[in-house]
C-alpha cells in the first residue's frame, strides 16, 4: 500500500487467463453434490496471494466475454483453432466473479471487447497519471505495454517484466513487440504471420527498418 505521499500502485488483473490457469493447476475438485469446484478454489487461492505479495491500491480484474470480438469483425479466423471452454469450468465463473465482488474487486467486461483490451486502455490511462501499474497475466501480448511506469507479472512462472525483460525475450522495446508478433504471427491466436519469418528473422527486420509498415 502507499503512503501519503508516495505513487499509488495499480493491479490489473487478466480474469480469463487466470481462469484457465486456475481451473488446470487444481485437479478435478467437486462439492458433495458433485459440483466442479477446482477453478474456484484455484482462483481464490491465486487471488489471495496477488493481494498478499503485490499489495496494490487498486486493483480490477477484467474478463472477456463470451461471442466476437471486433478482431473478429477484421479476421474472421481470430482464434479460430481454440479449444472450447471445459465443461467443467463455465459453471464456476459466476461464483469466480462473486468472491471477487465480495472483495470489493470491480469486474470489468464489455461485450465485444477483450479483456487484454480494457487492460490496454486502464493501463495507458494509468500511466499518463504517473501511476504504477502491475498488469497480471501470462499473456505475451501484453508486453507491448510495459513502459517505466508499467510492469507485466506472470505469477504461474514467477517472471517479472520490465522494459529490460521484455527486451531480453524478444530483442526489441516494448512498443516494438506488436511490430514483431506482426511479422511472426500468432499460433495461440491463430493470426498467420509472413512466410519463413521466425523470431531472429523477425528482430532483424524491426531493427533495420523500425516497423512492420516499413518492412512491407
Do not use: C
Not at 500502485?9 to 477446482?38: C, E, M, W
Not at 487471488?47 to 503485490?54: H, M, T, V
Not at 500511466?127 to 507491448?144: A, E, F, N, P, Y
Amino acid at each position: 500500500m502507499t503512503g501519503k505521499n508516495q505513487i499509488p500502485l495499480l493491479a490489473l488483473v487478466d480474469g480469463s487467463n487466470y481462469l484457465y490457469r486456475a481451473f488446470y493447476a487444481i485437479p478435478a475438485l467437486t462439492n458433495s453434490k458433485g459440483f466442479p469446484t477446482n477453478a474456484i478454489y484455484g482462483f481464490t487461492n491465486m487471488l489471495l496471494k496477488l493481494l498478499r505479495d503485490i499489495k496494490p491500491d487498486y486493483i480490477v480484474i477484467a474478463f472477456d466475454v463470451k461471442g466476437p470480438t471486433t478482431r473478429h469483425e477484421e479476421f474472421t479466423d481470430y482464434k479460430a483453432t481454440r479449444k472450447p471452454m471445459p465443461d467443467d469450468l463455465s459453471p464456476q465463473i459466476p461464483f469466480i466473479k462473486d468472491i471477487i465482488r465480495g472483495f470489493s474487486i470491480p469486474v470489468i467486461e464489455k461485450q465485444g471487447t477483450e479483456a487484454d483490451d480494457i487492460i490496454g486502455v486502464l493501463s495507458v490511462q494509468a500511466s499518463k497519471k504517473g501511476w504504477r501499474t502491475v498488469i497480471v497475466s501470462g499473456d505475451k501480448d501484453l508486453m507491448q505495454l510495459v513502459d517505466e511506469n508499467v510492469t507485466m507479472v506472470d505469477t504461474m512462472k514467477d517472471k517479472t517484466y520490465d522494459i529490460a525483460a521484455v527486451k531480453e525475450r524478444f530483442g526489441v522495446a516494448p512498443d516494438k513487440v506488436v511490430e514483431i508478433l506482426g511479422l511472426m504471427g500468432d499460433t495461440s491466436d491463430n493470426i498467420p504471420g509472413v512466410p519463413g519469418v521466425g523470431p531472429k528473422t523477425a528482430q532483424r527486420l524491426i531493427e533495420e527498418y523500425g516497423s512492420l509498415e516499413a518492412v512491407i
